[in-house]
């Protein structure tokens, strides 16, 4: 089992649609959780990361659920600019992040 | 956020040559660097963890004679692909740990990749 797995999608979704992602991770000693947002052919951009009692940042949601090991990221109101391939990362120990795969959403007119 | 670069965005090399790629955080210091690959349609690897003033940390199946990491400054670590062949060929992406900036103390942020050619 992989350490940290996403479904890759792609999700398609039109515009105003509320689309969720989950990612689960194996290791139950993660520390900390992040959801990045990758553009083709550009680097990772932090969306915000994912504390235990859950946070919001516009439309979008993060949540934690340590029992069933998994983050999840809910986007409502769904842009256009919104398509973008969404990657989880999880740190376990010291400094390194360990990536999923990514799950590629679409949004479409 | 953090501002990090890197130099040079693109390059072609033949194969056998060595590409430098340089990354800098513009606004802050950063005693930790990490540089990832990423293979089309495929996650960010990581290959190595760079600590400013000490030898890097290598992830299994990366060969430290052939990707050199440097890191002599708080705001600068380089990577050089030696001897580089085609299969070398890939988006290279560095990231620095802000550690002074408010939230998680292992947040990350990326430099914009250097895409690298090996013909």
């Known amino acids: 089992r992989k350490e940290v797995e996403q479904d890759p999608g792609p999700f398609n979704v039109p515009e105003g649609a509320t689309v969720a992602f989950n990612c689960t991770y194996s290791n139950s000693a993660s520390q900390s959780f992040f959801w990045y947002r990758q553009d083709c052919r550009k680097e990772p951009k932090l969306l915000m990361s994912?504390?235990?009692s859950g946070n919001e940042d516009g439309r979008f949601t993060a949540q934690l659920n340590r029992a069933s090991q998994y983050i999840s990221l809910l986007i409502r109101d769904s842009k256009l600019s919104d398509s973008a391939t969404y990657l989880c990362a999880i740190n376990n120990a010291g400094n390194m992040l360990t990536f999923g795969g990514g799950t590629r959403l679409m949004v479409k007119p | 956020g953090a501002v990090v670069s890197q130099h040079p965005s693109r390059v072609i090399c033949k194969s056998g040559t060595s590409v430098k790629i340089e990354c800098r955080s513009l606004d802050f210091q950063a005693t930790t660097m990490f540089w990832y690959r990423q293979f089309p349609k495929q996650s960010l690897m990581l290959m190595a963890t760079s600590n400013e003033g000490s030898k890097a940390t290598y992830e299994q199946g990366v060969e430290k004679d052939k990707f050199l990491i440097n890191h002599a400054s708080l705001t600068l670590s380089t990577l050089t692909v030696t001897s580089a062949h085609p299969e070398d060929s890939s988006f290279y992406i560095c990231?620095?740990?802000?550690?002074?900036?408010?939230?998680?103390?292992?947040?990350?942020?990326f430099g914009p990749g250097t895409r690298l050619t090996v013909l």
């Open positions: 994912v504390y235990s």
């Open positions: 990231s620095a740990r802000d550690e002074w900036r408010g939230g998680p103390m292992d947040t990350q942020y």
